[in-house]
């Protein structure tokens, strides 16, 4: 399941990042934000995936709120935050993912959210993807 999978990916990336100064943490990588600002954008989608993982254990669900990542970026201030900070929420943040992954029930794995037509098992996946596609940009 993805939960090994997110477990995988944490212990290849977290010292990886740890590594890189500080000092190269304000550097722009690959869009216009920062490695730290990028950083930024994995916590908020952890917080958002986070609610949608919990959600739809429990059924169907039409929508959830919208989510712009550049306003969350800007608005959760990661600019001004340390680097050993930003990467040590991002960490635990994903620590308490696998476990609620884990934590899903089979069953729980088909739910949908209707809006997107998507089941919960696709958004697992495409969240641990998605992730690492940012960490390749970052490290």
């Known amino acids: ?5 997110l477990a995988d990916a ?6 990886r990042l740890l590594i890189i100064p500080a000092s190269d943490a304000d550097a722009v990588v690959g869009s ?5 600002q990028v950083m930024g954008h994995l916590i908020d989608s952890a917080a958002n995936n986070h609610q949608r993982f919990i959600r739809l254990q429990s059924g169907d669900l039409a929508n959830f ?10 608005r959760g201030v990661y600019a ?18 696998v476990h609620v992954i884990t934590g899903i029930r089979a069953e729980a794995l088909t739910n949908r959210w209707v809006d997107q037509n998507v089941d919960l098992a696709f958004l697992v996946h495409d969240y641990v993807d998605h992730m690492v596609g940012h960490l390749k940009e970052v490290a």
Request: negative net charge; hydrophobic residues 40%.
């Open 1 to 5: 399941m993805d939960a090994s999978r």
């Open 10 to 15: 944490l212990q290849i990336w977290h010292p």
């Open 32 to 36: 216009s934000w920062t490695r730290k």
């Open 65 to 74: 709120p919208p989510y712009d990542p550049d306003i969350w970026v800007e």
């Open 80 to 97: 001004g935050n340390s680097w050993t900070n930003v990467v040590t929420l991002w960490h635990l943040y994903n620590v308490q993912l």
